[in-house]
């Protein structure tokens, strides 16, 4: 299925096929994360990626509406970087804006999928994802994993939560 889908991107989004990008995983330790590519890399005359909405296609807003395009993080799982569940691993830039109660998400390993995932998604304002993220991380238990898994495959099911009203991709965090 994944060397399908990789197929798929690579004919409808062109190469490269995964998107990298370097996050912060546990202690805020640099790690390269993986997942299937969503845009395209169309540019304006100047040479400069368009915006977010204008480089997201429909088959790219359809990986994302699945979470087909997180597949690749398995890889990360299975690197150690990353667990199933725990708090959504965001951009290194997010830091050093982080107050010291939202940096204690990095007290665990990042997650494919997280409480604030399963509770709202992009939908949540900044302050609200780290709320259930530090949550998840007083809580953390085998139990609330599976909860969250099952609750993970219900919600890609209903397809809720993708984006943030208005957006393409969620805002970035401005501390």
């Known amino acids: 299925m994944l060397c399908l889908l990789a197929l798929l991107i690579r004919c409808r989004l062109g190469a490269p096929v995964f998107f ?16 299937f590519r969503t845009m395209t890399d169309a540019r304006n005359s100047a040479g400069s990626l368009l915006p ?10 359809f990986l994302r509406s699945t979470s087909l395009d997180e597949l690749p993080e398995l890889w990360n799982v299975l690197k150690g970087e990353m667990s199933l569940v ?4 965001l951009l290194m830039e997010y830091l050093g804006r982080y107050t010291l109660e939202q940096a204690r998400r990095h007290e665990v390993r990042p997650g494919i999928t997280g409480w604030a995932q399963v509770n709202g998604r992009n939908t949540l304002s900044w302050e609200d994802k780290f709320k259930l993220d530090v949550w998840y991380v007083d809580h953390v238990s085998i139990s609330l994993d599976i909860r ?28």
């Open 20 to 35: 990298t990008q370097q996050r912060p995983g546990l202690k805020g330790k640099p790690f390269f994360l993986y997942k």
């Open 52 to 61: 977010d909405a204008e480089r997201l296609t429909r088959f790219g807003r």
């Open 148 to 175: 969250i898994i099952v609750m993970t495959i219900w919600k890609i099911f209903k397809r809720e939560g993708i984006n943030q009203p208005g957006q393409a991709t969620a805002e970035k965090f401005m501390g």
């Open 86 to 89: 725990g708090p959504r691993p």
